[in-house]
């Protein structure tokens, strides 16, 4: 059964900080760069002993026109080379940076801490979804001119009607669900973005994600169904068993 759970961040003056944390349950890398500038190889050598430090002064080391900040083996060769042409034909169309960042675990460190130290130095547009395995956390962080271009809330949710992550991720089992779970929901943003900006995407699975969608609402409803059925068909057997007695 789904059990799954959102929280609502705020910043320290009380304002939303617009940081929506989807904890899921019930599923069980290194930094990429290709710089060879001395810097970059001084502070790879750091990273050990200033692990959050470093890993976000070198993020900033990559072009951020990669998709994938980070993958720790979390998203297949196959989901990524098709999240990495939705994202770079989104940027040529819209200017729209759509970042992914699929790592094992935060280390302790807060999800919206670790965001933060990778997104300090972005420029607007951008949006990132990011999944930390172990923790079992999934994050849409967003600049501000972004939150009106996409319903991030629907992304989120852990309702089969409308989350086109957390469902996916609560439903499947096996270590593919990471890499379906992430297409799913980064499909589900882009379209989005293309369609506040009246523009269609070539590289978009819009049919295919429908239909993933449909096949975990159709098995959620029919494992509910049976559920209430067997409830109800017990109940009655126990009572007519009192009854007789």
């Known amino acids: 059964m789904l059990n799954t759970k959102l929280y609502s961040q705020r910043s320290s003056n009380g304002e939303n900080n617009n ?4 904890c899921f349950s019930s599923f069980n890398g290194v930094l990429g760069t290709n710089s060879k500038s001395p810097f970059c190889r ?3 050598r750091l990273k050990s002993k200033y692990s959050l430090l470093v890993g976000a002064i ?3 080391c990559n072009a951020h026109s990669k998709v994938f900040i980070k ?3 979390i998203v297949d060769k196959r989901a990524v080379k098709q999240i990495e042409l939705m994202g770079a034909e989104l940027k040529q169309k819209t200017g729209v940076n759509t970042y992914v960042l699929a790592i094992k675990s935060l280390h302790k460190v807060k999800l919206v801490t670790y965001e933060a130290n990778i997104t300090k130095d972005f420029k607007s547009p951008y949006i990132l979804l990011s999944l930390a395995r172990n923790d079992k956390q999934v994050d849409i962080k967003a600049s501000a001119d972004m939150l009106k271009r996409f319903d991030r809330d629907g992304v989120l949710s852990p ?8 469902p996916i991720l609560g439903d499947k089992k ?9 297409l799913n929901g980064y499909a589900d943003i882009v379209d989005q973005i293309a369609n506040s900006y009246n523009i269609k995407l070539n590289s978009s699975i819009g049919s ?3 239909s993933v969608i449909l096949i975990v609402k ?19 057997k126990r009572s007519n068993g009192r009854e007789k007695n």
């Open 19 to 22: 940081t929506i944390i989807g």
């Open 42 to 44: 001084i502070m790879k």
């Open 58 to 60: 070198l993020l900033t």
């Open 71 to 73: 993958n720790e083996d």
């Open 159 to 166: 309702y089969p009607l409308k989350g086109t992550i957390l």
């Open 174 to 182: 096996g270590e593919d669900k990471y890499s379906a779970a992430i």
């Open 208 to 210: 295919a994600n429908k």
């Open 218 to 236: 159709m098995i959620f409803y029919f494992l509910a169904t049976i559920s209430l059925v067997m409830y109800v068909y017990f109940r009655k």
